[in-house]
């Protein structure tokens, strides 16, 4: 009997560090669970469970939104400032409207010298010619015997004659293609120079007297 003593009491022994050690890793006793209180638990986020090599797996994307629910896109400026379309000013009340561009108007009358004539020129005389029912005396000359008006014609042919008045003296200083038709006249001895004459117009005179031309052929000795 006392051999067997301590035998029974190592046996009791390792019996109560074996139900001991049981004890710990089961850990303490679980309480009955309450479905309720399970149900109003809010939902933990579930990790991703680990690759062979240790890594996380990747995450699934989440889904693009709408392009209606999409955030557009702002523009904005050199300083980072959303930059807006400027607001249109409207007009104050009463505000007068633009007039149109005036419209295609002719050359006022005083553009066009009220005394001039043109036109082609008949000729009454070496010193006198008509346009248009305008019976027009030439400016420096007067008439005298020997001139000849069919060499004048001849002259003028059907060139037009611009004809301007010249004032006081109710004359015309008529040109054709530029030259002074009184000097051609005065010049081939058609004619000869009035009192009024300018000095040009004495020394085409002076021309035909000299070459005795025209009028001047009658004074020749």
Avoid at 25 to 46: C, D, F, I, K, T
Avoid at 146 to 153: I, T
Wanted: aromatic share 4%; glycine share 6%.
């Amino acid at each position: 009997m006392e051999r067997r003593f301590p035998q029974i009491l190592l046996g009791t022994a390792a019996t109560v560090f074996a139900i001991a050690l049981g004890w710990s890793l089961a850990g303490p006793p679980r309480q009955p669970v309450n479905p309720r209180e399970v149900a109003s638990r809010p939902a933990v986020p579930q990790q991703p469970a680990p690759t062979k090599d240790g890594q996380s797996a990747p995450r699934t994307a989440a889904p693009l939104p709408r392009p209606s629910e999409r955030p557009q896109a702002r523009e904005t400026d050199e300083t980072g400032t959303v930059a807006r379309p400027p607001t249109p000013v409207p007009a104050p009340a009463g505000t007068p409207k633009a007039p149109p561009p005036p419209a295609d108007t002719p050359a006022p009358a005083s553009a066009v010298r009220p005394n001039a004539i043109t036109g082609k020129a008949e000729v009454i005389d070496t010193t006198t010619i008509r346009i248009d029912r305008n019976v027009l005396p030439l400016y420096g000359v007067e008439w005298a015997r020997g001139g000849r008006s069919e060499e004048l014609a001849a002259y003028l042919g059907d060139r037009p004659v611009n004809c301007e008045a010249v004032a006081p003296a109710q004359t015309y200083r008529c040109t054709v293609e530029g030259k002074d038709l009184s000097r051609a006249v005065l010049y081939n001895g058609g004619a000869k120079a009035s009192a009024a004459a300018p000095p040009e117009l004495r020394l085409a005179e002076d021309h035909a007297k000299t070459q005795r031309l025209g009028v001047w052929q009658a004074d020749a000795p």
